[in-house]
């Protein structure tokens, strides 16, 4: 029996994470934005009040600083829970896909190297793709190599077949 995912039943989230994701939502608001600026304009407005003080500076300095410390983590966190979102949902689609590569499943796990060698693949892939098919057809991966290897396969024969006319001549 296959068990389902329900997503109503696992409700349960840390404090963190409601509060990260909050915090994340409400900081990429215009009216945070809004916030922001308004605090700049009222704090350089003060200025001649203060004098432009050295106290006046750390103000902004400190205030800055602190909020920027403390959003990385925030938004850290909710960047990850967003990130392994994504993946779940192409590792679904991939797993889902008849002819996808399942190779790619969890690529996220790769060494930066891997990935690389990976990219350069799918490029050349693209590439020979390009070049002998129409570009409005999607093909997966295993029928875009067959292709590539078929028309290789053509290019080593016709080589082959010009130079053994080519001495015989």
């Not at 916030?35 to 500076?57: D, K, R, T």
């Not at 750390?58 to 966190?77: C, E, W």
């Not at 960047?79 to 002819?99: D, F, P, R």
Request: net charge neutral; glycine share 4%.
């Amino acid at each position: 029996m296959e068990a389902s995912f329900n997503p109503s039943e696992h409700t349960h989230k840390g404090f963190f994470e409601r509060f990260s994701s909050a915090v994340a939502k409400a900081t990429g608001s215009s009216a945070a934005f809004i916030l922001a600026m308004a605090s700049v304009i009222v704090w350089a407005a003060l200025g001649p009040v203060f004098g432009y003080s050295e106290n006046w500076q750390l103000v902004i300095n400190t205030g800055t600083t602190i909020i920027t410390f403390l959003m990385v983590f925030v938004i850290q966190k909710a960047q990850n829970k967003e990130s392994l979102s994504v993946q779940l949902k192409l590792n679904e689609l991939i797993a889902a896909t008849k002819g996808a590569s399942n190779r790619l499943v969890a690529s996220e796990n790769l060494s930066e190297e891997e990935l690389e060698i990976l990219y350069k693949h799918y490029c050349a892939m693209a590439e020979l793709t390009k070049q002998t098919s129409d570009l409005r057809k999607s093909h997966s991966v295993e029928e875009a190599i067959e292709k590539t290897e078929e028309k290789l396969g053509a290019q080593v024969r016709e080589v082959a077949h010009k130079k053994t006319t080519h001495k015989k001549a």
